[in-house]
């Protein structure tokens, strides 16, 4: 499927120009969420397109999977190298369609980049195992091949570093694949593939399907024979949904599902540097993010201490369209987003919360919403309850360590976690107590292409990064050779 582009808004990025496709079938809008401006029309693709994509990559399949691993680097280094000189322009597409501050979109597009070279390089290292047999006269050895055309969805809140971490290890580990960015934020995605155009990967081996609603592709590339795998990253809702279809063909997934990460402050924190960490955790993205701090723990005798510096830095963010100079909270992605956040704050503070700072909406027409702190939180709040995805920190109170443990696991998701504590006997205890994929510790930042991103019970399957990220793309084979 060759893809089309905005053509306002990549004729202001003339070295991304594209040649345009006539496309005669329906179309949907992208918004820039900060203005409502238009910023592109682009094709609406049906499951037909969504199947030519895929015979398209089921066509590349075995000649990719059978390339030299050194050749399958060199490419993913060269499209590395071609996302760092345009990261520029990669990153005002982003806010553009996003909304995201501009600086942050740049570190956006250099961390995608990472991930690119991270795989760029794990591409050689794809091991096999021998093992010694039980008899003399036969050999036994493990070697690990691609799983097949690889089917990846992904959401519009790091529309440029899920692209790069689920394409890069797919591509690394020698699958071709098809790609369905989300509606919201579809540009950046273009422009990446058609820098890996630019990079020379082979005819068919990355495709992309635009669509205005995911449902009907999700089903075509859950329901096609020739899609070995899918790889999404989104809400719960919709990972649950996808898993239910490839059950039929026991179809692979790796899934980055939705989280709802505790940040806890013990008596014995660093209290300036979990304010810090608190500020990253919960307002990097606008609270737009899995890994978002979505309930503030802090231990008695820190409480008002805490609260108060939190809430002072809070007032510091600025909030603003994402192109503006020292903006640090862009808008909310859409208008649903807005409401659901103005609904948890309402249910709280009519169940007894304390608005310490912001609470509502700045303007009337856009979705800017004031960074928000609320204390006196309880469990029966629906910030306590639910990912909130904006800018809402919510902070509870606590007692002793074991409840707020057994609290903090007290959920159906497992991604991420946080904690502040010095001593060193309870940061162990405490980071092998919480049932979470990843424990960040004196950190409200941990995402890394070196390290494994992913989730536990309801947060997902598999993960992302580092090498383990490449085994989700790869099948494991026995072989077992006798007659010696
Ligand atoms: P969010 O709440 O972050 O928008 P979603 O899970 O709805 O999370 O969306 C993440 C991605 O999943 C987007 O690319 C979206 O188009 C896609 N999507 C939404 N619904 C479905 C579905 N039923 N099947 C497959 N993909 C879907």
Aim: glycine share 8%.
């Amino acid at each position: 499927t060759k893809h089309l582009h905005a053509p306002d808004l990549f004729a202001r990025l003339d070295h991304l120009a594209c040649p345009l496709e006539p496309w005669t079938g329906p179309t949907f809008d992208v918004l820039n969420p900060s203005t409502g401006e238009l910023l592109a029309t682009l094709p609406d693709m049906s499951t037909d397109e969504a199947r030519a994509a895929i015979d398209a990559a089921q066509s590349a399949q075995a000649l990719w999977a059978s390339k030299p691993a050194k050749d399958r680097s060199a490419l993913l280094r060269r499209w590395h190298d071609l996302i760092v000189e345009h990261a520029d322009d990669l990153a005002s597409i982003l806010t553009a369609e996003m909304g995201k501050p501009l600086a942050e979109a740049k570190g956006e597009v250099l961390h995608a980049a990472s991930y690119v070279e991270w795989y760029a390089e794990e591409a050689k290292r794809v091991y096999g195992e021998t093992f010694p047999a039980p008899a003399n006269d036969r050999r036994m050895l493990v070697i690990k091949q691609p799983v097949g055309v690889v089917g990846t969805i992904t959401p519009w809140n790091f529309p440029a570093s899920m692209v790069a971490r689920k394409i890069s290890p797919a591509l690394a580990a020698g699958c071709a694949i098809v790609l369905k960015p989300a509606e919201q934020t579809p540009l950046v995605a273009g422009a990446m593939f058609l820098l890996a155009e630019k990079a020379g990967f082979p005819e068919g081996v990355l495709n992309l399907v635009y669509a205005a609603e995911g449902a009907p592709i999700g089903r075509e590339l859950c329901s096609n024979p020739k899609v070995r795998k899918i790889s999404f990253t989104g809400s719960t809702e919709v990972g649950r949904l996808l898993m239910r279809q490839c059950s039929d063909q026991i179809k692979k997934v790796s899934l980055e599902l939705g989280g709802n990460a505790p940040f806890i402050v013990f008596d014995d924190a660093d209290v300036d540097a979990a304010v810090d960490g608190a500020i990253q955790a919960k307002f990097r993205n606008a609270g737009q993010t899995c890994v978002s701090a979505n309930r503030i723990y802090v231990q008695a005798a820190v409480h008002d201490a805490f609260a108060k510096k939190f809430v002072a830095q809070v007032r510091e963010l600025t909030v603003g369209d994402g192109f503006s100079a020292g903006v640090t909270i862009g808008p909310m992605i859409d208008s649903h987003a807005i409401e659901k956040i103005e609904a948890h704050v309402a249910d709280a503070l009519a169940k007894g919360a304390e608005l310490r700072c912001g609470g509502k909406r700045i303007g009337t027409t856009g979705t800017f919403f004031k960074p928000t702190v609320l204390t006196g939180i309880s469990h029966d709040m629906r910030v306590a309850e639910e990912e909130t995805f904006g800018p809402i920190a919510p902070i509870i109170r606590f007692d002793s360590a074991e409840q707020v443990v057994a609290e903090a696991n007290d959920t159906i998701y497992g991604l991420a976690a946080y904690f502040y504590a010095e001593n060193l006997k309870r940061v162990w205890h405490v980071a092998e107590a919480l049932e979470y994929g990843m424990v960040g510790i004196n950190t409200g930042r941990m995402s890394s292409e070196a390290a494994p991103f992913g989730g536990i019970k309801q947060s997902g399957i598999g993960r992302e990064g580092s090498r383990h990220g490449l085994e989700d793309y790869l099948e494991m084979k026995y072989l077992c050779m006798g007659n010696i």
